[in-house]
């Protein structure tokens, strides 16, 4: 069993990024909205900030009161959206409940979304055409391209079909030439699709609901999970002990997909530098 080390190769990543962001006339601009004081919100946003830092981009965090009001919410994106000197802007998620995230991230200019979750990206996305592209998807992809797993022909099984993992990941396996089958929580006879994957990956939310029974021999399982136990540890929606002698590759929780995805916010915010020169 090889594990996906997404530590790794986002410190390849980024040491790359940093040259290419060097070369630039200008620093890159990230603008970070957070709304309240969710402490996983708060850990996302520092290490958002660390890796902007490391690149020498402008980060700019925009802290809110858990109670501030939609128009506010959408004027400040209406400023970044104005502003020459922010390339890159997201909205942490989840928002308070009385906003609507669907508004909220509409209001982003799509050349400045890089989370790539307005419907100009997601239907670019879906049309296989240039564009920001949400980065725990891109993240997924681009670790099983650096570890030289093979995509085109595979037969990828995801389950979980949020706006932010399982449908832009669906899109871009599509895209990739894998055959792709989305699963969730009225998916009849789960362990049918999940024992049919090449590449298993799960986006679900729940603590080690993947054990050794729902994995194909010799498979590849990425797990996108991230549960906070009550004794405080972080672990993934896979039980890791009890599939990693029948699969191929694995990746860890923490370690894996949620590393990547910070790299893939360098590499967005820099991509939406260059569509925007
Ligand atoms: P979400 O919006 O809550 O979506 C969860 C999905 O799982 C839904 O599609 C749901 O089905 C499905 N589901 C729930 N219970 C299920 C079950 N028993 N069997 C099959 N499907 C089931 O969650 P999300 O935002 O995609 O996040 C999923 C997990 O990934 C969370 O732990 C989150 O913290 C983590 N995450 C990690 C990263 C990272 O960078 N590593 C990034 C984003 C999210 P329905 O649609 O039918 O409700």
Redesign the pocket.
């Known amino acids: 069993m090889g594990i996906l080390d997404g530590k790794k190769v986002k410190f390849e990543i980024l040491e790359e990024l940093k040259k290419k962001v060097e070369l630039l006339d200008r620093k890159p601009g990230l603008a970070v909205i957070q709304i309240g004081e969710d402490p996983?919100s708060c850990v996302y946003v520092k290490n958002k900030n660390k890796m902007a830092d490391n690149l020498g981009y402008i980060f700019n965090h925009i802290k809110l009161s858990e109670d501030v009001n939609e128009e506010e919410v959408l004027s400040i994106i209406s400023n970044l959206n104005n502003d020459d000197n922010i390339d890159g802007i997201l909205v942490q998620?989840p928002v308070p409940k009385h906003l609507n995230p669907k508004v909220i991230q509409e209001a982003i200019d799509p050349f400045k979304d890089v989370d790539g979750l307005n419907s100009v990206n997601m239907g670019k996305l879906a049309h296989d055409t240039n564009c920001l592209i949400p980065?725990?998807p891109m993240?997924i992809v681009d670790l099983l391209k650096y570890y030289n797993i093979p995509i085109s022909g595979k037969n990828v099984t995801i389950?979980?079909?949020?706006?932010?993992?399982?449908k832009p990941l669906a899109s871009l396996m599509t895209n990739n030439n894998a055959t792709v089958t989305l699963?969730?929580?009225?998916?009849s006879n789960?362990k049918d699709f999940t024992l049919l994957a090449d590449i298993l990956v799960?986006?679900?939310?729940?603590p080690n609901?993947i054990t050794k029974d729902y994995v194909k021999e010799g498979s590849v399982v990425i797990?996108?999970?991230?549960?906070r136990l009550d004794n405080g540890k972080i672990c993934?929606?896979v039980d890791f002990d009890s599939v990693k002698d029948k699969v191929s590759y694995i990746t860890p929780?923490p370690g894996?997909?949620?590393?990547?995805?910070?790299a893939e916010l360098g590499l967005n915010t820099y991509k939406a530098y260059i569509l925007r020169k």
């Open positions: 996983a998620m980065c725990t993240g389950i979980g079909r949020s706006d932010l993992v399982g699963c969730h929580s009225k998916t789960l799960v986006a679900v939310g729940v609901l797990d996108v999970g991230i549960n993934g929606d929780v894996g997909v949620g590393q990547m995805t910070v």
